[in-house]
């Protein structure tokens, strides 16, 4: 199957909520989605996706004529492109019928395996999700991330007990969920975290332990201090924070403050090859995209994802020969500018 028949069969398998529209950019579902497609007016996901196509890429071909290597080594493991899926949870309630958040991990995890990447999976309130999500993991020689969301210390230890048999590339913790309703009003209390906590939560595995949820220099600095391995610059733990900054526009001034002492990802309104140019070129070490995963899966399954990787690979390598970059270490920040 070609990427555009597997978009076109995931809008025959899709509820009422996502289109799986040829661009996902959040107008369509503006303020619909129950979770994703942002709170508020819905603005914050529309300005994700926006901030990136404003960025231009400076093309350059006076260099020598030799192959462009996409790969990369993240948290240890060798990656054929930058590029993770993100975790995305409650599959029915915001996509539709077709696959629980167990039976979605399961298929993501391996898929992405087999297409050379790695995969984040979610959390949610039933245990169930990152019991299966571990169990995907170890089937997979533990290349995923599982994402934990900031229960209570108590929960958060059973959690990690759960995953860490299954020898992840990392375990991380989505610290920008903690505004999500199901998190609210809890006892003991969930939500926010001091870095004392985090540390605290850190010290529980001896994996890399990564925050995501970073939209501030502030807040990076917080997240180095509390012993994060890396952060994710992102602005939705679930729900797209309105009048927040684009994660493209905070990006450059957190990778220059932090850059050096931990890993930089990057997740909101990424779609393309060319956005993942762009997101490195900005600073970032990796990206996370979560939609088009979505689409893919639930169009094509397994094949979906490698079509959506090869097709990535395919973007990213154009954009770098066309703009003099044969490594992703070649790639600089004068090789894009605003429009």
Request: glycine fraction near 10%; aromatic fraction near 6%; charged fraction near 20%.
């Amino acid at each position: 199957m070609t990427y555009q028949e597997i978009l076109e069969s995931a809008r025959t398998q899709m509820g009422p909520h996502c289109k799986a529209c040829n661009v996902c950019n959040g107008i369509v579902c503006k303020n619909t989605m129950p979770g994703p497609g942002a709170k508020g007016a819905g603005t914050g996901f529309i300005r994700n996706y926006q901030k990136w196509q404003e960025l231009c890429v400076n093309m350059d071909t006076i260099c020598e004529n030799k192959p462009v290597d996409t790969s990369c080594t993240i948290f240890g493991r060798k990656l054929v492109i930058p590029v993770m899926a993100a975790p995305v949870g409650a599959m029915q309630l915001h996509y539709g019928d077709k696959y629980t958040d167990l039976q979605y991990n399961d298929i993501l995890v391996s898929a992405c395996a087999q297409a050379g990447i790695a995969a984040f999976t979610g959390d949610g309130t039933n245990p169930a999700i990152v019991e299966a999500a571990a169990e995907a993991l170890k089937k997979s020689d533990g290349c995923g991330i599982p994402t934990i969301k900031p229960w209570n210390i108590e929960v958060i230890k059973q959690k990690f007990d759960l995953v860490t048999p299954a020898n992840p590339l990392a375990i991380a913790m989505d610290i920008d969920a903690a505004g999500l309703p199901f998190l609210k009003n809890l006892t003991p209390p969930a939500g926010s975290k001091t870095v004392q906590e985090l540390k605290e939560i850190a010290a529980l595995t001896n994996k890399p332990f990564i925050l995501k949820g970073i939209m501030t220099v502030a807040g990076a600095k917080k997240a180095l201090e509390a012993g994060a391995s890396a952060i994710v610059v992102s602005n939705h733990g679930g729900r797209v924070q309105d009048h927040c900054p684009a994660t493209a526009e905070v990006l450059p001034a957190i990778a220059q403050a932090v850059g050096s002492k931990m890993t930089i990802l990057v997740d909101g309104g990424i779609r393309t090859g060319i956005d993942v140019f762009k997101a490195l070129a900005l600073g970032a070490n990796g990206v996370l995209i979560g939609r088009n995963f979505v689409n893919m899966i639930y169009g094509g399954g397994a094949e979906g994802v490698q079509v959506y990787v090869d097709k990535l690979k395919a973007e990213l390598e154009d954009t770098m020969a066309m703009c003099g970059a044969h490594s992703l270490s070649e790639i600089t920040s004068d090789m894009v500018s605003a429009s």
